[in-house]
């Protein structure tokens, strides 16, 4: 079964997915839209479906036509536009499968409104999981008295993500406010001295107050999904 | 008040303008058009203007049709042509309510063509706030009878801007020619060995002129900050 | 009170010590040995524990000189060896006032030997926190079976620490190997292409499993605090 | 005859080929399409041909235009799909005169599928020189039985590429499951944090595996030809 | 005069003092004593003095024994301790011929303790431009109730400087607090993800808080210099 | 004549035209055709050979548009093909007013066929300062043989210019064959681990050939300034 | 057996040692002695000396007291002084039970006397694992005849480690001279523009020569890996 | 005689002298000390004396022992004291065989005396070839007036190096100031922003001056070889 059958590309058709990813993680293995044709997204995620009994699959990322592809082939996803790309078509998720509501509340800050797409997607992968998260946008602490009016809210938060780019303070100020675990996505938003999102990463990584973690740039769903991990603890009951 | 309600995205059509920033810091909360539809920078710039009583309102790098959107639900701003973008539609920035002119006059001086963007930006905001501005500029060092030429202005100004890509050497040297406060803004002008602006960037950090301080790349607006900042001091009053 | 002072610096024997982030936080401010004189080392835990009413007080990475002058205003603590630093004294980790046990236990694993003070550190934060914590050394990916062996210790524990220089692919594979919280420690063990962790701290972050979370450099102080958010979680009961 | 001729450009229809190459390295001059007219292409494609006797001549990252037109000059080429450019138009590789097959078999592991284009014209490249190679795909590191499923493919193969992105971990875990020669390709899919490829290259070359070599980042051609080296040691006979 | 005399090296002892830079810029040379033997401090410090009329003389980052010259050959300098270096020998800054007190007062915020030998040296320079200087140490971000406090110091400031290492993000809090001038220098204090202060370098640069302008690393003398020409502008009366 | 008019902008019909600068440096300004209009090329152009006497005038890389203006202003211009830019049109420098043939030859060449643009550019501006320039193109030192065919034209160079991408040792190895002054520029050619030129760039700095000495990326016509300052030595004879 | 024992630290004395790297990968693990104490490089060495059959096993990099422990412990061992570090003491490789000769030479070739402890490093490892390793010392390519007189060496080697540091050239220049494989180690020689290895490592990944590829900076063992995997598919025989 | 001797090293008392050196580029190689023992520097020295039959042979950075060790075995050399290294030994240059004087002067200008130890390196150099060298230190641009002060010696020179580290705009400034070739060092004095000499490296790469070219930092050796380079094309006259 193993030989070598040399010349052989194993094909594209039998994409090896990961399966059992959401037993071992707790989060299955979605598909990343960008760079596959309309009908390799169809496929994927109908392959997704059908290799695993329960959970959600997930859609990231698909401009209108990789969206349309997989809805005609799997009806019944929910599709939330998460932003425009550079030639103005929306990008959205798309979520079959969604988990029922259980416990685990996230809140989820951004510095701007530039910050919004990577938080969206990081609260549909959370929705998708039955977990509730609230979105907050543009607290950066240039304005500082509108984290503050967050006291609140973080308080009652079981995982906080903040979503910042240029020099991500925002992560900082926010995890000397609360005890719950702190998450930070930094964002390629901004241009020049910000370098792609470098600036913020680095900003995060060496922060002054001891307890933040922080996930890649522009990284929203893998932000979620260690949130996912940190709220699973909680247990399976209906959080609403 | 500040229950949390899972799902809830802060309506963008509520973006939480910072109404407070110019009596905090002096300049109030502008509007980047750049990454915003026409709708939500005319939005803004309404928002703005209703939330406050007083003070310029500023749409910056806006392009025509974001422009056009903000006009006609707010008309009677002045608006500055900055440049073209990479596609020739011009960009502008636009200002509604200016202060009526104080004291306090800035000179901005570029090294070279490719910087007047940069310095435009920073001249129309400092207008915005009352404030003389004048641009000369192609005065870099490669050709050092240009800036000895403005040790005259430079003796008259109460803050000098200095804008420059390449090497950025041109701080130095006119740090050395003023005891006026100096701001210097890397560009991203040049190409291969600036680093689309990180050489200028260290190099007016690095540099042998003690008293310069440095902005972000590009960062026309944030110089014009500084210096109005700066320029407060000097009291109310009328300044031609 | 607020009055300006010209000249005034806030003495050092008054070192503003941030009395209430334990009730803000979840985890105290610790004393950070380097660069401090043994008196003040001694001095900032005096202060921390009398300003406080209960909970941990640490000083990290101390010489024994500074270990010796806390523990001599302060006798109490329990004293943890962490290395040797570059000239052969040991560096300690000391607690007071540690936590009763509760629940929630910490599997923290090494890529290789020279991880050990980093994990050693973290494991010592938890357990002032009242948290088991199991450091499991090098199991790194070069030999695959070490970390596959860890299957059942990776199926029980309530957050794992995966500690790792080089390239640190550790992080990558527990990722996929577990469904708790993970949070990555980038070190500055190894030579040359590692660049002093910053090789490793890169890597994590691009990891290409989703839901690993990572903290600064050689930051074992900071891992730990983070994993004490997550456990807070689980509730106060003894975890043993 | 090596007079200076002020002003003379060597012409380039008179592109210096460099015929020997073959001989001297085990590989001949591959023509490289970006940037070359179809006509060009077609040109340097028929010298090579006619300036050696006998040995693959390769045609890479050819546009349909550039292919049709060395096919047009020189028919009899086999040409091999890698992928579609970002203008949708397919990028191939051409091969006249391809080896016999002969000793000496690849195998080729992808971490993703967007690692595929790069292993795809390593495949090709391969088996113009008469060696088999077999393409694996998506078996990164976060679902580790993907890769631990291939122990047997590893223990058959003379030599193992691997092709990897983001933080580029499949490189150590695989190096450590055989003992033979493993060439690392760095590539540039994934976005943010993996740097365009340098997070991944960073990675490979601090590998804690010891005995990866690593080439340039997205270099399929490059990894191929340090493969050929290897496999030639094993004689020239048939290898099927 | 300006003849060209081979071999000649413009002797050590006739250093080319810059004896118009007070006059030209408001600060005059300084002598940094990093690099120079006892003797040429004493004598560069005698030099400035002879050379000029009147205004302050600076001797920088002096140890002991520099400090012990220059008093020697020229008595009469307040000498103010600003840190210790790895020796444990204390670091000094000297000064000659202070001016009065005069108009402008300074604001110094320090993020954490092992930044004041920063905040010291600003303060020393522009104590001995006839400014105040109040120094407030460790009032970082992640207990934000500490710079909350300074609200009123920072209303009754002319001028801010924010010293900090690690994010920086310090700089961008502060300027969202106050109308006044802010002056940000990054430290290369703490370690690993700080990379010795370029972290906090560019996330100052990058702030989110427009009108903060940035000196470089560690560069206290700097900060303190633009802070006199910001200050200059008040006149010349005194400032208590 | 200096006043300040608040406001003005220098205008930029009256761009502030470098015109002693061949005087000064041997090398008048040239226009930099990116960026600008064909107005504002067609008028620079105009200034420049308005404003000097004699000597050349350049136009580089102007796209047809930037060209055809300025030949309409002022015919007369010789026009040399650079190269084709990302959208296919071509790129071209102009000279006016070439300077009478003069002794010194210049020797440039190129590893790849992808550097013959900028070798070309160097070429045009040598020549219009009336020195003789051969380029060679291909001779990169994977084929050690074509380098070593050129020992005699390198013997009979004034000067030599090394133009090269990836990793940039023809450098290296033309500098220790040769007593002329060799002028190496690093190209962006090449992709991935090349880094647009930063690898060439840091490469040629580090050689081990001592002698070389280094222009900034791509930069073909600062190159052929520094060999004409190189060339001026040898007299104004004609050089053929 | 896996329960958690929380606090537990699996002890040093039972350092997880990899014992069947050997049969796995071709080469057993390796005691790297920096970071240890002479009695657990001992202890290593005995650990997997005990535990493994036959084959060699390596002590590196090794203090002299580390290795007369090591010594003491386990006589036999052949030790080969590599360098001095920086206090003066040598620095030894030390392997005991070397295999018999077998098939498979390898040409070491440096650029510099100080890329020479790399050199050392690698050709021990060869031996130990019973290829014949050449050591020339010097061959940089600033003097291209030296290596040109290689060429009959070349021919003759199984594969050729390439060890430089600087601009790494001599990499690319070797590759095009040889059919065999080719594996090249940037080292961290020279100052200044080779950013201590970064600036080689970057031009061999650049390399204009297909077919080498490269590990970590001065990773002499790893190159020498890298030669055994390859030299392996020679058979078992003398080589000599 | 080229067979493999496997195991055999070059022995290190025949290094592999590059006798015909100075034949091929003009500059013959020079002994670096750093890394040698006294003993090796004395055998180096000779032998290249001995190798060659006339000019200059250096040995350059050399402590004291290891020059009293190369005059012990070989007297008669010119020491000149550079720096002191810093453990405060004086580190010097030695040179034997200095060609008497000829044509061509050098004018060496250091932006502040922490560049001078580099200034004398290449001045000594130069010196060793025949060509006269004046250094003039502390012309930095922060106090324009001193590098204006040198126009008469800029208009003499034959050729101009250019010495400074933080920014490097001494570079710039000077390259339009005179026709003659100007070769800039960056250095690595100053901290922080300077980066170790990439900052100036980076600004000297990108100056806006056209006709500047650089060499790697520190690196004044290198630079005189250029300017030797250079001065040849005057011809062989005494130049005084």
Chains 1, 2, 3, 4, 5, 6, 7, 8 share one sequence.
């Not at 995060?204 to 932000?223: E, K, L, Q, R, T």
Request: net charge negative.
């Amino acid at each position: 079964m193993a030989d070598l059958h040399p010349g052989e590309v194993v094909p594209e058709a039998d994409l090896w997915l990961d399966l059992t990813r959401r037993r071992r993680t707790g989060v299955a293995e979605a598909v990343y839209a960008p760079g596959k044709s309309p009908a390799q997204c169809a496929e994927a995620v109908a392959g997704l479906l059908a290799g695993t009994d329960e959970g959600p699959v997930l859609l990231t990322r698909a401009r209108p036509a990789q969206a349309a592809a997989a809805l005609a082939e799997t009806p019944g996803a929910t599709c939330t536009a998460v932003c425009e790309d550079a030639d103005g078509a929306s990008l959205s998720i798309l979520t079959w499968r969604a988990l029922a509501p259980r416990k685990g509340c996230a809140l989820i800050l951004t510095a701007g409104t530039s910050d919004l797409p990577v938080a969206r997607e990081a609260a549909a992968v959370l929705e998708a999981y039955g977990h509730g998260a609230t979105v907050i946008a543009d607290v950066g602490v240039a304005g500082l008295h509108r984290v503050l009016a967050q006291q609140e809210r973080l308080a009652e938060a079981d995982v906080v993500l903040v979503v910042a780019g240029m020099e991500g303070a925002l992560a900082s100020v926010v995890t000397g406010m609360t005890s719950a675990p702190v998450i930070a996505v930094p964002t390629s938003t901004g241009y020049g001295s910000g370098l792609e999102g470098v600036t913020s990463l680095l900003g995060m990584m060496a922060s002054c107050s001891p307890g933040v973690s922080v996930v890649g740039i522009d990284n929203g769903f893998g932000a979620a999904c260690a949130a996912v991990r940190v709220l699973a603890a909680l247990g399976p009951e209906e959080s609403r």
